[in-house]
């Protein structure tokens, strides 16, 4: 129920490529995320965590903050997912962590949530157009 499976992680260089070069984008501070729904699938999703070294200089700092990122959507994407299934539609999606500082575990979880009902929200909205 809560994994992050090697399934649903966005690895392959051509779809990431594709999200950063035609994908929407939208910013919930600390994260700027970038996505692409596809309506034509199965309901199921793809995300790739950053953490970019423009922002957190110390790998240290790097890797504590990708952990955080990676267990807040471990434990919250549930109600995106079920969105997904029942549109039929499948997402690619990449979060990236913008803030300069390291924010604390439960400050991350509730931006989380914030992006993970955005993104729900994007999907229901664009079965409506």
Same mark, same amino acid.
């Given at each position: 129920?809560?994994?992050?499976?090697?399934?649903?992680?966005?690895?392959?260089?051509?779809?990431?490529?594709?999200?950063?070069?035609?994908?929407?984008?939208?910013?919930?501070?600390?994260?700027?995320?970038?996505?692409?729904?596809?309506?034509?699938?199965?309901?199921?999703?793809?995300?790739?965590?950053?953490?970019?070294?423009?922002?957190?200089?110390?790998?240290?700092?790097?890797?504590?903050?990708?952990?955080?990122?990676?267990?807040? &959507?471990?434990?919250?994407?549930?109600? #995106? !997912?079920?969105? /997904?299934?029942?549109?039929?539609?499948? %997402?690619?999606?990449?979060? *990236?962590?913008?803030?300069?500082?390291?924010?604390? &575990?439960?400050?991350?979880?509730?931006? #989380? !949530?914030?992006? /993970?009902?955005?993104?729900?929200?994007? %999907?229901?909205?664009?079965? *409506?157009?």
């Amino acid at each position: 129920m809560f994994s992050f499976p090697k399934k649903e992680r966005l690895c392959s260089y051509s779809r990431i490529q594709e999200l950063f070069a035609k994908g929407d984008a939208f910013l919930v501070y600390p994260f700027s995320i970038r996505y692409i729904i596809d309506r034509q699938g199965e309901g199921k999703s793809t995300v790739m965590i950053v953490c970019p070294k423009r922002y957190q200089r110390l790998a240290v700092n790097r890797n504590l903050t990708k952990r955080r990122m990676r267990e807040a &959507y471990r434990l919250n994407n549930a109600g #995106m !997912k079920i969105a /997904l299934r029942e549109k039929g539609c499948n %997402i690619d999606f990449a979060i *990236s962590y913008v803030a300069k500082n390291i924010f604390d &575990y439960h400050h991350l979880e509730e931006k #989380m !949530k914030e992006v /993970l009902a955005n993104i729900e929200a994007k %999907i229901l909205e664009q079965d *409506s157009k």
